[in-house]
């Protein structure tokens, strides 16, 4: 069965380094998000993307987040400066149509320190 | 705005026994509703949605509408169905999902 794999598994950042979460979602999906879950909390939305620009995103998603799809397979979510606050599980998952739901990738650990 | 509630974040039932995790929403549309599974250090999958009717690993989930629910159910519990389970709510039109709180189940033998 087709994945959505992310990388790495976890990952340790000093706090105000620049981080870069990668996902390659299954190839014949068309729309891909990121969401996020801080210990204990319930998963977050933080972004969608379809046709090579954002089509939805949270107002966790400010100006220190970014994502791109540079070359049609990767799907990356860079942060900027890293704050303590983003430590989370961020999950990457992508859809090929509107009825089949999401696949999720096993999502990466962002620790900061 | 929508929101999805799980009242139960614990949830710990007998090997055998019914199970039913309850889930309910707040939109005043259609809502395309999903059940995700979390299996230890897994990722997460889906489990229902709700236009399929489908049942998954025995689980069954039917949404009403009068009383903005979508309760998952299993009428013999197993101990592999230890797990958090979320409820997710998606807005035909928009691209996201809310999620609830997630409730972890425990199927004690």
């Known amino acids: 069965e087709p994945e959505v794999t992310q990388t790495p598994s976890h990952q340790v950042t000093q706090m105000g380094q620049e981080v870069i979460l990668r996902c390659v979602p299954i190839?014949?999906?068309?729309?891909f998000y990121w969401y996020r879950q801080i210990l204990g909390q319930k998963v977050e939305f933080l972004v969608s993307?379809?046709?090579?620009?954002?089509?939805?995103k949270s107002e966790i998603f400010d100006d220190q987040f970014s994502v791109e799809r540079p070359d049609g397979s990767n799907f990356t979510l860079k942060i900027r400066s890293t704050k303590l606050e983003d430590s989370a599980m961020y999950f990457c998952?992508?859809?090929?149509?509107?009825?089949?739901?999401?696949?999720f990738g096993s999502g990466t650990r962002l620790t900061v320190v | 705005a929508q929101r999805v509630t799980q009242p139960e974040k614990l949830l710990s039932v007998f090997k055998g026994a019914p199970v039913e995790l309850k889930c309910n929403y707040s939109y005043s549309g259609s809502p395309e509703l999903f059940w995700y599974v979390q299996y230890s250090r897994q990722r997460l999958q889906l489990l229902l949605r709700?236009?399929s009717r489908e049942s998954i690993k025995g689980f069954t989930a039917d949404l009403n509408k009068g009383e903005t629910s979508f309760h998952l159910k299993k009428p013999f519990a197993q101990e592999e169905d230890s797990a958090m389970y979320y409820c997710a709510l998606s807005v035909q039109g928009a691209q996201k999902l809310v999620f609830g709180q997630g409730t972890r189940l425990t199927i004690n033998p």
């Open positions: 998952a992508s859809r090929d149509t509107w009825v089949y739901g999401y696949t």
């Open positions: 709700h236009i």
């Open positions: 993307f379809y046709n090579n620009e954002i089509s939805e």
């Open positions: 190839s014949n999906h068309l729309y």
